[in-house]
């Protein structure tokens, strides 16, 4: 087990310089949580409709992209940041599988989907700690891939996900790992992620909840934490349940781990019997219900206030003419944007296909992780120098 930290002086946490976004506690429409959509509205409203062309209804989006949806994970950075300034290499593991649990608490209570993001779709959030970004790199099947960093860290993952009905639920299972470096000590970590389940979507009362096992591993000491994600039972009390442990090289249990990913996480180290709350959910905004159940974090996602506007690309989430619609309540012009944007989409793959012109990302480049074997997305870092310059010129006009 590694324990000393590399001697050399951390990179500054703000290395970029970039102040911290206007922050924004409500929204200026609110929906009314008593407006219900059940999945059989969706069937009437395919009945006669040739369903290659069929469009989920706008009245079933919230009004956020996939893209800015996976930028959700960011809102608990600070267990990662933790983990990079532990000597104790299983402790940190601990906390990156934590991390990669938690992220799955900005689920809770909401039951509207994102906007599938238009091939090309860029959005970023910038802060004083970290800095992220994401692009919708394919489109059948639709893919996002994001990457963030810090003078702590950096990730990158991506979307690629096989969808199962199983007539009460859609399964969605990750086909991709998360990968994760500390940067204080060189590591890099794999995590699979755990299978997430939109439940009774035809009868009762539909929720998202999550199940099966999770594996992280470190790379270099080749430390493992097993995950097991349990899914709800017949009382809401079971909803998040989670529990699992970290072993050492030779497979001895070290430390343990339970909780809920919708509520609170403990670890218990085997070696001191000493047990300690890492993390626990922020508390939710006033009037949560009418805001889309969204998190404090989640509300800033699709903000656009006029400092903003002048350095985003034309290509961001928040620029998108229908999710800005729906956000205002405007639920007519957002299913009109919606179907524009999607039959220009449909014309340029058209003109791409007839052409024979391959599509390529402008900020990530396909890659084969030679661990995993994966098909992966790395980023090329070329966002931020554009940003610098506001060079956008390159990037196509897909609003």
């Not at 859609?170 to 970590?189: M, N, P």
């Not at 340029?348 to 296909?353: C, E, G, L, S, V």
């Not at 120098?385 to 506001?390: A, G, I, P």
Request: contains cysteine.
């Amino acid at each position: 087990m590694e324990r000393g930290l590399k001697p050399e002086t951390r990179k500054s946490l703000n290395a970029w310089q970039y102040p911290d976004p206007e922050i924004r506690t409500t929204l200026t429409h609110k929906r009314n949580p008593a407006n219900k959509v059940s999945f059989w509205t969706v069937l009437k409203d395919m009945m006669g409709k040739e369903l290659g062309k069929f469009a989920v209804p706008v009245y079933f989006n919230e009004p956020l992209s996939m893209l800015q949806k996976v930028c959700e994970i960011m809102d608990n950075e600070q267990l990662l940041v933790q983990a990079n300034r532990d000597p104790d290499s299983l402790r940190r593991l601990a906390y990156v599988s934590i991390f990669n649990a938690v992220q799955y608490n900005s689920v809770v209570g909401r039951k509207l989907k994102p906007f599938n993001p238009i091939l090309g779709e860029t959005f970023e959030y910038v802060t004083s700690r970290f800095r992220f970004f994401s692009e919708q790199v394919g489109h059948h099947p639709p893919v996002s891939a994001c990457h963030a960093e810090s003078g702590d860290y950096e990730l990158y993952l991506d979307t690629n996900v096989t969808t199962h009905f199983w007539m009460k639920s859609l399964e969605f299972r990750a086909l991709g790992k998360s990968h994760l470096k500390l940067k204080a000590f060189d590591e890099e970590y794999v995590v699979d992620r755990p299978s997430t389940y939109a439940q009774n979507i035809i009868f009762g009362t539909l929720y998202l909840d999550c199940g099966g096992n999770s594996v992280a591993m470190n790379l270099k000491t080749k430390e493992k934490c097993v995950l097991t994600y349990h899914q709800k039972g017949w009382s809401d009390s079971t909803h998040g349940l989670l529990d699992g442990y970290v072993q050492d090289v030779n497979g001895n249990k070290v430390i343990e781990i339970s909780g809920k990913w919708t509520e609170a996480v403990s670890i218990k180290d085997l070696r001191t019997n000493k047990t300690e709350l890492v993390w626990k959910r922020f508390p939710v905004p006033e009037d949560w219900e009418n805001l889309y159940c969204f998190t404090m974090f989640t509300l800033q996602m699709n903000y656009l206030p006029e400092s903003m506007r002048r350095v985003l690309p034309h290509t961001d989430s928040r620029l998108r003419p229908d999710q800005r619609a729906l956000e205002d309540g405007n639920v007519k012009l957002a299913g009109d944007e919606k179907f524009r944007l999607e039959e220009l989409q449909r014309a340029a793959r058209k003109y791409r296909a007839e052409r024979k012109i391959e599509y390529r990302p402008a900020y990530f480049v396909e890659h084969r992780d030679p661990v995993t074997k994966e098909i992966c997305y790395i980023f090329n870092g070329k966002y931020w120098k554009d940003r610098e310059t506001y060079n956008w010129s390159h990037l196509p006009k897909i609003f």
